[in-house]
T-cell receptor, first 114, second 109 residues
Framework: DGGITQSPKYLFRKEGQNVTLSCEQN?????MYWYRQDPGQGLRLIYY???????QKGDIAEGYSVSREKKESFPLTVTSAQKNPTAFYLC?????????????FGPGTRLTVL | DAKTTQPTSMDCAEGRAANLPCNHS???????VYWYRQIHSQGPQYIIH???NNETNEMASLIITEDRKSSTLILPHATLRDTAVYYC??????????FGSGTKLNVKP
């Protein structure tokens, strides 16, 4: 069963704690992405990675960090520096960087900071 | 960077065609238009994409105007399960997808 998995589906953390969201794909895709979605809003790009050991900031990278040590995995850490971390977080992947490559999404993780 | 504008919401009767418009007036020559939909609290689902020719697949049709400044997604026979938020997206810089706020499609019995 191929696809993108994100765990957990729901996550609760106390204010001031760092938290790491998992994203794994077995599609053999080179590129991976993290988005944030707030209620009633579209998706905003946090970070993306086109290749192992390389990643770039998206539009709202402040307060977040990522790593790409393996092709299959792209974990996102929400740090205590992120002012409003409560949101729905979506991970996605693409085969490569061609215009015709479709982006596929995971089921998302809903993070609530108390 | 190309951006998109879509109506906030639309209604459609079940069994009728749903036509969802999108403006992308600043799109450049090599930027594709993608359509996704998102059902509440799920990851977006890919529907279709195109560059300048009309495209059709098992889910929908995509009509892109000749000047490429706008496009229309057509769901030929809408069902209640098509109720979702539909995003018209432009891929820019080869790696970034711009998501706007989308159109909430309400399919009614």
């Amino acid at each position: 069963d191929g696809g993108i998995t994100q765990s957990p589906k729901y996550l609760f953390r106390k204010e001031g704690q760092n938290v790491t969201l998992s994203c794994e794909q077995n599609l053999n895709h080179d590129a991976m992405y993290w988005y944030r979605q707030d209620p009633g809003q579209g998706l905003r790009l946090i970070y993306y990675s086109q290749i192992v050991n390389d990643f770039q900031k998206g539009d709202i990278a402040e307060g977040y960090s990522v790593s790409r040590e393996k092709k299959e995995s792209f974990p996102l850490t929400v740090t205590s520096a992120q002012k409003n971390p409560t949101a729905f977080y979506l991970c996605a992947s693409r085969l490569a960087g061609l215009n015709t490559d479709t982006q596929y999404f995971g089921p998302g993780t809903r993070l609530t900071v108390l | 960077d190309a951006k998109t504008t879509q109506p906030t919401s639309m209604d459609c009767a079940e069994g009728r065609a749903a036509n969802l418009p999108c403006n992308h007036s600043t799109i450049s020559g090599n930027e594709y238009v993608y359509w996704y939909r998102q059902i509440h609290s799920q990851g977006p689902q890919y529907i279709i994409h195109g560059l300048k020719n009309n495209e059709t697949n098992e889910m929908a049709s995509l009509i892109i105007t000749e000047d490429r400044k706008s496009s229309t997604l057509i769901l030929p026979h809408a069902t209640l399960r098509d109720t979702a938020v539909y995003y018209c997206i432009v891929l820019y810089n080869f790696n970034k997808f711009y998501f706007g706020s989308g159109t909430k499609l309400n399919v009614k019995p």
